[in-house]
């Protein structure tokens, strides 16, 4: 389970020095359409690593990677432990691995006890985020039902990161976008439509800088 500080939430705009070192998104149900439509905004020399957990069912193998990857210009694939997370790539967790970033830019895969009854979980990959890359962390809370991520921004927004979260009425399912504002006071609550536009404007405003 994830542990975290017992400090005040942080509700101001991050810092913004520094570039990205990893763009993190969690979606569960409706979450394909979701990241179709954010990834296929984004342009293929974008400046940044993606890291993507989106709830799947662990019994079969998935089709996510294939599937995105005829919808974005970025490359997109399924990570494998200690790849390392590159500019301009998508790289989607397995079904049945909770996804991990470490400090020097490498992904590692657990098969440790599902968190709130997931696994891949969002939580331990924004956690995971939060302490590799603190105030150069990105997390994206997009559609989904449960309150998986709501631990993890509070540990992104702890440490000096933002955090984007899809807005209720853009999303076909609100719950966890619900649960992480309740969490946290989020940096942008944004239409699908528009997170993909501000994500390209975050990162590229830190490349100059």
Same mark, same amino acid.
């Given at each position: 389970?994830?542990? $975290? ?14 570039? $990205? ?24 020399? $974008? ?15 998935? #089709? ?68 590799? $890359? ?7 809370? #997009? ?10 921004? =509070? ?10 979260? =899809? ?24 239409? #699908? ?17």
């Amino acid at each position: 389970m994830p542990i $975290f500080e017992e400090k005040p939430l942080v509700c101001s705009p991050s810092s913004r020095v520094g570039a $990205f070192g990893l763009v993190a998104i969690g979606a569960s149900a409706g979450g394909l359409r979701a990241l179709s439509t954010l990834l296929c905004a984004l342009p293929a020399d $974008f400046e940044a690593p993606i890291a993507v957990v989106q709830h799947l069912d662990r019994r079969y193998r998935s #089709l996510m990677a294939q599937i995105l990857g005829r919808r974005t210009k970025l490359i997109v694939k399924e990570v494998t432990s200690g790849m390392l997370a590159s500019p301009g790539h998508v790289h989607i967790a397995p079904p049945d691995h909770h996804l991990l970033i470490n400090e020097d830019g490498s992904f590692s895969l657990s098969q440790t006890d599902p968190v709130h009854f997931v696994r891949p979980s969002i939580d331990l990959l924004f956690e995971s985020l939060s302490r590799s $890359f603190q105030d150069r962390a990105l997390a994206v809370i #997009l559609t989904g039902s449960g309150t998986d991520g709501s631990a993890g921004v =509070q540990a992104i927004k702890r440490r000096g990161g933002l955090v984007i979260v =899809q807005d209720e009425a853009s999303a076909e399912f609100s719950g966890m976008p619900a649960a992480a504002m309740r969490a946290v006071c989020a940096d942008f609550v944004l239409p #699908l439509e528009e997170i993909a536009p501000a994500i390209r404007r975050l990162v590229s405003q830190r490349a100059t800088r």
